[in-house]
């Protein structure tokens, strides 16, 4: 375990797991212990949820765990815009037949894809904190649907956002869309401010694939252009990636934020 600089106030803990299973494994553990700690304190947890295919190996367990999911409250980051709950890439699709349908959750606030559902959704979402979200990192290191150039600066809940190439390009590879041209231009994405309002955050990024994001994440200041690098600046930030996500990281040259501790354990 590596421990670097002193101060409390803002606090980063890289997890390397083996594969993806183990890193699905761990971070559901961790996920399920934070959920508890927020219902035993307040007799509810409100929860963020990432989709897309880098989260499955967290899903599958964390639905396992000990939780009483009926206090459990969960939203989720994004959604195409216009492109129906039918469609394979649906989030809300891939959301309620992965998870919502699987355990009695007290509530679930999905977002529909339109410009419309912008305002009560955030009314929801804001009506009290967010305890731990659950926010992937693309291959463009996007969060949420923020590609780069990333908006740092809006603080609106939720707003809607065009996809640059590289983003429909990893929907394609993932197998979501037979073409980029069959990629929808823009989805509803909750913000980079409205991500950052979680008490807790908690990243999940298994693969080769997301091997280039999770080196600049780590080895770069903060900066628009990889939207992920905010993150390093939030009070309490857990990333779990396994040895081949991690695989280009130089330890040596890991840039936490200004201030900030941070721990690299192998699990």
Known sequence: MLLINSRKDIFMQIIVSKDSKALGINAAKAVAAM??????????????LSTGAS???TLEPLIEMDVDWSKVVMFH???YVDLPETHIASFRKYLKERFIQKIPLKAAYLVDGTREGIAALTENLRSAPIDVGLIGIGENAHIAFNDPPADFDTKEAYIVVDLNETCKKQQVGEGWFATIDDVPKQAVSMTVYQILQCKK???CV????KADA?????????TNLIPATIMKGHADFTLFVDEDS???VDESKILPAPG???TLTRM
């Open 206 to 209: 298994p693969y080769a694939v």
């Open 35 to 48: 959920i508890n700690e927020a219902i035993a304190e307040k007799g509810e947890a409100r929860i963020v």
């Open 55 to 57: 989260q499955l190996t």
């Open 246 to 248: 991690f695989s280009k």
């Open 77 to 79: 980051l994004d959604e």
């Open 214 to 222: 999770v080196q600049k994440t780590l080895e770069n200041d903060k």
């Open 201 to 203: 955050i908690v990243s």
């Open 260 to 262: 900030c501790d941070y």
